[in-house]
């Protein structure tokens, strides 16, 4: 399918305010806004392109004639059956690159209130609590310099992390799938084959891969177990690259000493779910890519990639 020479753009997202920013760039090209995921069905039959992640569901795909371009809202794709989008002729570009900067910016966060023990200082301030200096140095804040942090997923946000830990004086490992494709800020560099050697090694594991069916389930009870004592983990991917249980039980027994997690296998996380009540734990949610100019780096895509479309040219970040 061809896009006409006058589309009918779709975003579809609860809180995003893409309709106004869009409408500010004065392309004159029409659009709609959906709020709930019911507005987007009785939206699609009309829409030539959909700008849309969390109301996407794949039966969708069949109740929209018209559809030929999705421009995800995400980095992830991995809600979209590219089997059936390309069997429809239904273009999709992923968000990949709109929000690395603050994906790396939230994990350098993540990594310096652990070490300076802000979820403590916050828990204090709320009772008013003085904290005393203390005599015992494992309870005391502490430096990053030195540490070696592993990054799994050493693409736009992994490298970038990469080169802000590094500025804090951590040695840095990437893992990528394709290290021939380069690791800028990275001390080394390795395959994702090399990682049961580099576990023992990290101090604290980054988490900034796809979720893919190669990295489903990838840090598991082997891999807490071959991480050093005192090691850390920073989830910035997908809940589901990390075995939940595995993860529950490193922590409970002090294998993991703490974690800092944004992703979840299920989201929202359950109230009753016990990550909530545990010390060693700080939770983010699911926030770690929001900043306040998140709309316009996704709308820069999408209107490329509409430009794209029509000369028959490659999309940016193409999945299907």
């Not at 004065?26 to 039959?45: C, D, I, K, M, S």
């Not at 590219?82 to 966060?109: C, D, F, K, P, Y």
């Not at 809940?239 to 299920?266: K, M, N, P, Q, Y």
Request: glycine share 10%; hydrophobic share 45%.
């Amino acid at each position: 399918m061809s896009l006409p020479d006058d589309p009918l753009i779709g975003f579809a997202h609860a809180a995003y305010r893409f309709g106004e920013r869009f409408a500010a760039r004065g392309t004159g090209l029409r659009f709609v806004e959906a709020r709930t995921r019911e507005e987007l069905e009785r939206l699609l039959p009309e829409l030539d392109v959909l700008v849309v992640s969390g109301f996407w569901r794949n039966d969708l795909a069949a109740r929209a004639p018209r559809l030929v371009l999705i421009q995800s809202i995400s980095a992830g794709t991995e809600q979209f059956d590219q089997a059936t989008l390309a069997a429809r002729g239904i273009r999709l570009a992923s968000a990949q690159g709109a929000n690395a900067e603050a994906v790396a910016q939230h994990g350098m966060a993540l990594l310096l209130a652990i070490a300076r023990r802000l979820p403590e200082a916050i828990r204090n301030q709320d009772r008013r609590h003085w904290r005393g200096m203390s005599p015992d140095p494992a309870l005391r804040e502490d430096t990053l310099a030195g540490r070696t942090l592993l990054v799994v997923g050493y693409g736009r946000i992994g490298s970038r992390l990469g080169a802000l830990a590094r500025a804090f004086g951590l040695r840095v490992i990437g893992v990528r799938r394709d290290p021939g494709a380069g690791g800028a800020g990275a001390d080394e560099l390795h395959g994702f084959s090399a990682l049961p050697a580099l576990w023992g090694r990290a101090d604290i594991v980054a988490l900034t891969c796809a979720l893919t069916s190669e990295t489903t389930g990838l840090v598991d009870e082997a891999a807490f177990r071959a991480l050093k004592p005192g090691a850390g983990l920073v989830n910035l991917a997908r809940g589901r690259v990390v075995d939940e249980t595995a993860l529950l039980d490193a922590l409970r027994s002090g294998r993991l000493a703490w974690a800092a997690l944004d992703v979840f296998a299920e989201e929202p996380l359950p109230a009753e779910h016990p990550l909530w009540a545990m010390p060693n734990v700080l939770i983010t949610p699911h926030c770690a890519g929001e900043f306040r100019g998140y709309e316009d780096g996704v709308i820069d895509l999408l209107v490329d990639n509409i430009a794209r479309l029509r000369r028959g040219e490659t999309l940016i970040n193409q999945i299907v």
